[in-house]
């Protein structure tokens, strides 16, 4: 792996006596040693894996004012605090050290004004990986375990639970200056509370929401089918033809990579002059590239639905083959019942 630490800072941050979060801040960078290089190539590759990401651009306040309507009330605006810290960063205004401290004097206020309670080790980490320079901010949680002694003892152990990346957020440097209209080069996690988090979020790096990566699945989906329908592929062909789009998907997503909208054209069978490609260029505002979002990808291989107390799953090409459904009576008829839901059934008969 090609992960090439530049700075490194931990910090601390912890429940007062006010019941109030507070930071310990350090002083002195951390040496880029063998523990330190495992833990950022290990963090890399969970974030990298981790779905359900939010994706934003830093705001312009100019811009937005300029935007409103004669009369239109201005909202609350992003406060650029942090993008003029990053800037000074990288000009080499502002060392690491006090741009961490001062990033998380700031990530304190914000966590009290969004009134969240999170504690742990707090890591900043600029770096580059295969090219792409990046900043990663990251709130690590400490786990209390057991552990056996040489001589056959139990002694009791702290460490960080890195599997678990509840607040996180990264920057790719390298796209921000390179590509500045680019709506994406922030990427955040949502984490367990959902909008709440991704608030934070936002006015902690004065950003603004840019792509949904879930929006950009669906609208995937929606252009597979469309594309089966322009070529009136038979059910037997549709199935076969979302499962290499589905098989493409999955194993980007497993890689943590991105789905590449050429890329996966150039895998799928074309018809004459119009490819897979060719088609979605036409109207359909999917980017070049986004990330999977398995729970929808779902969508191209099965038919999922629940609500009432039932829940259902089954793949498509059971569809008229052993499961009917009747859009007169609203009722599906299976044909086959699965071994271990017929032996339920029959033992409450």
Same mark, same amino acid.
């Given at each position: 792996? &090609? ?27 951390? *040496?880029?040693?063998?523990? /330190? ?10 974030? $990298? ?11 312009? *306040? ?24 990053? !800037? ?29 309670? !999170? #504690?742990? /080790? ?5 770096? $580059?990986?295969?090219? /792409? ?15 056996? +002694? ?29 590509? *500045? ?5 922030? @990427? ?28 950009? $699945? ?13 070529? #009136?592929? !038979?059910? @037997? ?6 499962? #290499? ?8 997503? &497993? ?31 999917? !980017? ?7 729970? @929808? ?18 793949? #498509? ?22 071994? $271990? ?7 409450? +008969?």
């Amino acid at each position: 792996m &090609s992960l090439d630490i530049d700075k490194i800072i931990l910090h601390s941050l912890r429940q007062g006596g006010d019941g109030q979060p507070h930071a310990d801040t350090r002083s002195q960078l951390l *040496p880029a040693d063998e523990a /330190v290089q495992g833990l950022m190539a290990e963090l890399h590759r969970i974030y $990298n894996g981790k779905g359900g990401k939010g994706f934003g651009f830093f705001a312009d *306040p100019e811009a937005a004012v300029a935007e409103l309507a004669d009369g239109e009330e201005a909202p609350k605006q992003p406060s650029p605090q942090f993008r003029i810290a990053l !800037e000074k960063l990288l000009d080499e205004q502002l060392e690491f050290v006090p741009f961490s401290v001062e990033m998380t004097q700031l990530l304190v206020r914000q966590l009290v004004e969004h009134a969240l309670d !999170e #504690q742990g /080790v707090l890591l900043f980490a600029k770096y $580059n990986y295969v090219g /792409v320079d990046y900043l990663m901010i990251a709130l690590l949680e400490g786990k209390e375990s057991v552990t056996v +002694s040489e001589a056959l003892e139990l002694r009791h152990i702290q460490y960080l639970d890195i599997g678990k990346l509840n607040l996180v957020a990264r920057i790719d440097l390298t796209e921000w200056k390179t590509q *500045p209209d680019s709506r994406r080069y922030i @990427t955040f996690s949502k984490g367990r509370i959902g909008r709440k988090l991704g608030d934070f979020f936002m006015d902690l790096l004065g950003a603004r929401e840019g792509m949904d990566a879930k929006v950009q $699945n669906k609208g995937l989906l929606q252009a597979v089918e469309d594309y089966c329908d322009s070529r #009136q592929l !038979e059910p @037997t062909e549709r199935n076969d033809y979302k499962k #290499q789009v589905f098989k493409y998907c999955s194993e980007q997503a &497993s890689a943590g990579e991105e789905i590449e909208i050429k890329e996966l054209s150039a895998e799928l069978p074309g018809d004459g002059d119009l490819d897979f490609y060719s088609f979605i260029g036409r109207e359909y505002e999917l !980017e070049e590239r986004f990330p999977a979002d398995r729970s @929808t990808l779902r969508g191209l291989t099965k038919f999922v639905g629940s609500g009432g107390g039932l829940t259902l799953s089954f793949e #498509q090409k059971l569809l008229n083959c052993r499961v009917f459904y009747d859009p007169q009576t609203d009722t599906l008829t299976i044909k086959g019942v699965p071994p $271990n839901l017929k032996d339920q059934l029959l033992r409450q +008969s």
